[in-house]
């Protein structure tokens, strides 16, 4: 993305481009480095975040606000290009109708929940690790006689999960959106069982939630350090299916490798097409939109009708597809 | 695709389902497989094609129309899935136009040059390939200061040229949609050597031509066999720029490994809700239609508005976003 | 493997072979499924356990040899091929020594800790997919300049861990066969970050301990159900290195996901090469006997060898090797 | 390797480090790059060749060898280590016994074929791309019923072909080391389809000859340009078989794909322990030695047992565990 929109503003606009290091926290700092052709060779097949990633907002910090505009009058920039989830994208918005801020935003999360675009740069490599790994899973699934249950990222909503659950043939999806009834889970594993089919994938967003109260507050949220925990609802429902079930049952957490690494072709080519799309907002003045795919156009839209929401899935997916296969 | 096609068949209408092998060979003469949920066992993540693949259309054999007709009266069809491109869809138009028979269409091929949806199926799995071989070209281009010469599919249609062009960081891409100047790219190359840029990746689709006559008079299109030919333009694009500008040049064929393997995870989702999507148009009675994706819908169109075109790529993602990087 | 072995041993010894499902416990109740030529076809690159695995031993059953025996009285079986790990192997020695039944063994695990051969089957394969989700995991290290703890399969050796640690570019790597010193893995991480190095990959095998006794009471071994627990060791590394350095660390679990699916090229040679070795053993009566990789040539030694020990991983690649790039 | 070469080196022995690009023009010409532990940070997963590759020896060069050694003198060189296959390995040799210069050879080749060594640098990664090409050729093989004629490379020796081959399920592979009887394949095709089996894949390196002069007569070797040609032996049989048999045959030429991008994770940490074992060599003055891997240890062995000559693949392997496939 950084390389579409460095070539696109340096060679077609003549632009001069620096990039801030450590989000938020670099453009309060003013920590910058140069973004221009000759220094980004070789960047395409490279996964990852170049800048660095910080949570984090200038609206935690008194004055925070006051040292992004410091920070636009200081460098005399003409416009920000915010890359992000909901998160940056909120801020980015509030910064543009707080203090009038030329600010366009791009959305690039795996977690494919950005209200306004049909997808964020990032989902579909997420999708394609955890599909590779799924589609392992089998194997020791089958080999073993066991349930499998596979926690994926999504603490907002099931995108990965229905994706990579339909991809990877997943027994039965488990999404933030729903909350699910374990009682159902279980009869559909012995159902299974019954069938002679003893090997189960269960594939769980990191969000979904039990109805039963007592279920939930099973569920470990939080690490001794406040971090959000890994495998909470995995090892909840994992234990409570063995327990109902007597199957033989094992969690796997694929945590953190979901992102990184060399994205898809086909992200590879969203995002070009954003930083394309962005670079051109910017000379279009489109301040406060963000860049958006829509069927297969790229355009923009207003952060306002992003801000505070988070896109659920594709519901006539989950229903009418992705359970079609469920059992 | 089948696997869907067969569990919300079977499971959800109480379908009978079974399957032609070989194509329209195998309608004509009633060979056939039983499509069932306990045969399918296992197939999710298997790539190819379960019933075989033919070239040929009933319209090429005397009769051949009336055998399939004859096909449905026997076997007392409900209705016929024609999964295919544009040739396969072109004949299930034409047979339901012909004769009335109860057919619907899936958009199933490479080329994604399919009018009327926006990704037909096995694109994405396709560009994939493509593009991870071309990642592993810049290796050898960059240690021998070479320009690599690289074709991909694309008869009539530069699809995956521009995607895994865009994708893998090509110098150049050429298409069937755009006559190309072999001037203009001899010239883009040498400029790139006098920059000190001395590797670089061309990537051709099978059907891009030259606009010069003589060049063209080059290319040899089919073999000894009369089976089309595999690099004709690449080798001669290889052999003119070494000739002209005297860089070490080579060409690559990816030729058949861009089909078949396993599907990337976005085409396993995509062929899934192409299935469901193609069994409920059967209960919908929606003949001469086939299914389609618009946006991040699935949904159906006329095959009549198929039927004698090609999609051509996207012209703006070539000239806004693809040239960016040429050079 | 099972290809090779039916191929040689029908094809060219004229050999009839059955295959017991689910391990012993398919011997002692004789539930086998035939295996031929013909029924294999397509075989080759699907990973995985035809046959099914199953935990125990004859030994842990009343009878339980008696059982095994009455199966090749009853089957008139030649031969009987064990394919396994140590586990496995000692079964089949003891067998083979305590009611001389023909047996042979072939090494397969993906732990390489079988003494007396250089490499098991499925090594190769759980390095490769640990290697690459440790390259993704640089990204988001990188980006979040964070310390990653990822957990490697390994209860009693280092093999995995050292191979994709190594591979994977790791800061430091844990084995079971030296135990570890917190403190100077705690001070390697905060030299590297005084040297502006931020993010480190901690690479620890699941059999790794801690010198410190107070830090080894922490590991939780053994979840509710007496299931090993994945990631005992990599919580507690994690959770100290965060408690004592105060840089943010977060753990990742291989787990389920370093076995199953294709294997490696190298993989499918090394199997099909031990499945001609161990048809050839049998008709050479080799029993007792085991296949072994030796340098580049696969020969048979005796499973008295092997028995009761595990092969720790090659010290030098250890110590001169892997530790040149730690910190 | 060189990040293993430069991190002992500078670390452990407190070396100064410096890469000549370009191979021997580098070094005739002193064109160097600094080589250092920071300079190098984030190279490991990155594939291909860091220094840049040409063909051609000082040898061909008026006063070639002198100007090599006055490299030596004007820059106060106290070794060169030289990366390659057989060519650069002689090249090494000769100047060092020559001029007595104190060189360490590594052998790095996707060919596999140096003596001295059970496995080269390289060979690992190239068998893996050409096996995943051959597993998807499976789909389109069986789907069009045809025979597909895949060249992978292998000049002198069949190494590559011999092991994609066993690892992709080749029905035959034909590799230099023993010319190949044109008739048998196409007997061996035919009694295939006799029994059933449409769909059959040819594995050739490049190198192979046939038997039958007048068939040897029609490859084409080299192009235009006096590049070798590729794909000429593979066109051949393809047309051969597709003439003598009638059965669809189609060829593929993996070619370039087969070098260059990440390396496996085994071939990885073989680079690294050349790497530290080279830098090793150098400190224990073993010049006109090469690293080599033997059994599972890595040692040197003399260049002069290495030059001239070239390594075929293990017989034993072809014909006791390939053949059993064949057919």
Known sequence: MIRAIVRKGELMYGDELVGFLDAWDGVMDRRTIPLNVSSLRGMLPKGGTLLGTRRGSPYDHDGGP????????????????VIGGNGSLSVACKLH?????PIIGV???????????DMTFGFNT?????????????????SHDRVMVV????RHSGWIATYA?????????????EPFDIDKVCELLRSRHERGRYASIVVVAEGAEPKDATMRSRVKVYDQFGHVRLGGIAETIANVIEERTGFETRMVLLGHIQRGGTPTAFDRVLSTRYGVAAIDAVHEASWGHMVALRGDVVTTTPLTDTVGKTRPVDMHLYHEVAEVFFG
Do not use: C, S, Y
């Open 66 to 81: 006051e040292r992004v505009q410091a920070t636009f009058r200081q460098m005399d920039l003409d416009a920000l290009l």
């Open 97 to 101: 109708h707080d203090l009038g801020l």
């Open 107 to 117: 959305p690039k999360t795996i977690d494919n929940d950005v209200v306004g675009t």
């Open 126 to 142: 997420a999708v394609q690790i955890a599909t590779d790994a799924i589609d392992r899973l089998h194997t020791t699934a089958e």
């Open 151 to 154: 926690e994926v990222m999504g």
């Open 165 to 177: 659950g339909i991809a990877g043939g997943a027994t039965v999806i488990l999404i933030p959106e």
